[in-house]
Structures are given as structure tokens and as C-alpha cells.
């Protein structure tokens, strides 16, 4: 009998993606990814565009602003909370050494690693949060964090909105395995860090 976990996960999500209140909770889980929640926005986003591809670009439009937000929440964290909400964060993390790397990745590249955190799938917060740390100026940081947000959130609406129903099919089929493999690839990534 196989264990079926990250299939009846995906459903949920679509089940989710289709409420009325789908734009609130993507609000949401934006703005909390951005300064303290796990979850990428993507987990949401990309089944919204499935179930609703004419709205693409608003969706997009609203994980930027919210996630933008909650940039400037975790870049006041760091400022002005990181003896107490940081460091806690960090310990729930476990990210003490990823930060240590982005404040030396500040000091080489400047806020342009807030536009390079943004778009990619690296942890923001971090990024957020050693902004604020290192005093970064805000403006940059805004500017910033809204090119880097917008070039990832409306990239993925539109591979989205391109693949359309042969995206939602295969990731229906291959959900189960895909949710496998990234959890294998995450406790392997664990693994060799502390080996390091």
C-alpha cells in the first residue's frame, strides 16, 4: 500500500485557491513569508492562477505588495527587535549560519542581494531581517524588494497562465513523487550542512 501525503496536500490547496477569500489568504501568507513564515507564496499562488488564469496578474500584483510589506516588517525586526524577535527566529530556523552568509553577501553586493533574494527561491526573511540588522537604507531596500518580488511572483503566474491545464495534469500525477523528492533533497541538504 503507498503512502499518499503531498497529494491529498495539493488538493486542499486547490480547494483553497478556488475560496472567495483566496486574494486575503494570499495576502496573508505573503506578507508573513517575508518576515517570519516558511511557507513560499508559490504553495499558494500558482494553484490561484491555475483555477483562475484571467485574474493572473492580480494575484501576482497582490503577492508583490503584501510580500513587499512584509519585507519592511522583517527589515524593522531586524532594526529594531533582533535581540528578541530575531534571534529567536533564527534559532527556530536554525539559520544562525545562513545569516552570518548574507550579512558577508552585504558587504559584497549591497541591496542588490535584496533583489537577488527576492526573485529567487532563497529564504527573503533572512534577507529582510539582516537589512534591517545592518541598516540598510530603506528606499534602496524598497525599490529593491519590489523588483525582486514582482520578477518572481509574476514570472511564476506566467508560466502558470502559459501551461495552463497540461501544468495543472502533471503536477497532479506527479505531486506525490515531486513532494518526496524535495523532502529527500531537504534532509540531504541538513545532513551535509552539519557534516560541514
Same mark, same amino acid.
Given at each position: 500500500m503507498r503512502i499518499r501525503i503531498f497529494?491529498?496536500?495539493?488538493?486542499?490547496?486547490?480547494?483553497?485557491?478556488r475560496h472567495r477569500l483566496a486574494p486575503v489568504y494570499?495576502?496573508?501568507?505573503?506578507?508573513?513569508?517575508?518576515? +517570519?513564515?516558511?511557507?513560499?507564496?508559490?504553495?499558494?499562488?500558482?494553484?490561484?492562477? /491555475?483555477?483562475?488564469?484571467? #485574474?493572473?496578474? $492580480? *494575484?501576482?500584483?497582490?503577492?508583490?505588495?503584501?510580500?513587499?510589506?512584509?519585507?519592511?516588517?522583517?527589515? +524593522?525586526?531586524?532594526?529594531?527587535?533582533?535581540?528578541?524577535?530575531?534571534?529567536?527566529? /533564527?534559532?527556530?530556523?536554525? #539559520?544562525?549560519? $545562513? *545569516?552570518?552568509?548574507?550579512q558577508a553577501l552585504f558587504s559584497e553586493y549591497g541591496v542588490w542581494i535584496v533583489f537577488i533574494a527576492g526573485f529567487t527561491p532563497i529564504p527573503y526573511k533572512v534577507f529582510t531581517i539582516a537589512s534591517g540588522v545592518i541598516g540598510v537604507a530603506l528606499i534602496p531596500f524598497v525599490i529593491a524588494?519590489?523588483?525582486?518580488?514582482?520578477g518572481r511572483f509574476f514570472l511564476v503566474s506566467a508560466i502558470i497562465c502559459w501551461g495552463g491545464p497540461a501544468i495543472e495534469d502533471s503536477l497532479e500525477k506527479w505531486v506525490e513523487r515531486i513532494g518526496w523528492a524535495t523532502l529527500l533533497l531537504i534532509v540531504c541538504g541538513l545532513g551535509i550542512s552539519k557534516m560541514a
Amino acid at each position: 500500500m503507498r503512502i499518499r501525503i503531498f497529494e491529498p496536500i495539493y488538493r486542499q490547496v486547490m480547494v483553497w485557491s478556488r475560496h472567495r477569500l483566496a486574494p486575503v489568504y494570499l495576502g496573508l501568507i505573503s506578507f508573513a513569508e517575508s518576515s +517570519f513564515f516558511p511557507v513560499p507564496v508559490d504553495v499558494m499562488l500558482a494553484p490561484m492562477v /491555475l483555477a483562475k488564469r484571467s #485574474a493572473a496578474w $492580480r *494575484f501576482a500584483f497582490i503577492a508583490t505588495i503584501t510580500s513587499v510589506l512584509g519585507g519592511i516588517a522583517g527589515y +524593522f525586526i531586524g532594526m529594531y527587535l533582533f535581540d528578541s524577535m530575531g534571534q529567536w527566529m /533564527l534559532d527556530a530556523y536554525h #539559520a544562525h549560519e $545562513r *545569516f552570518e552568509q548574507v550579512q558577508a553577501l552585504f558587504s559584497e553586493y549591497g541591496v542588490w542581494i535584496v533583489f537577488i533574494a527576492g526573485f529567487t527561491p532563497i529564504p527573503y526573511k533572512v534577507f529582510t531581517i539582516a537589512s534591517g540588522v545592518i541598516g540598510v537604507a530603506l528606499i534602496p531596500f524598497v525599490i529593491a524588494s519590489l523588483f525582486g518580488r514582482a520578477g518572481r511572483f509574476f514570472l511564476v503566474s506566467a508560466i502558470i497562465c502559459w501551461g495552463g491545464p497540461a501544468i495543472e495534469d502533471s503536477l497532479e500525477k506527479w505531486v506525490e513523487r515531486i513532494g518526496w523528492a524535495t523532502l529527500l533533497l531537504i534532509v540531504c541538504g541538513l545532513g551535509i550542512s552539519k557534516m560541514a
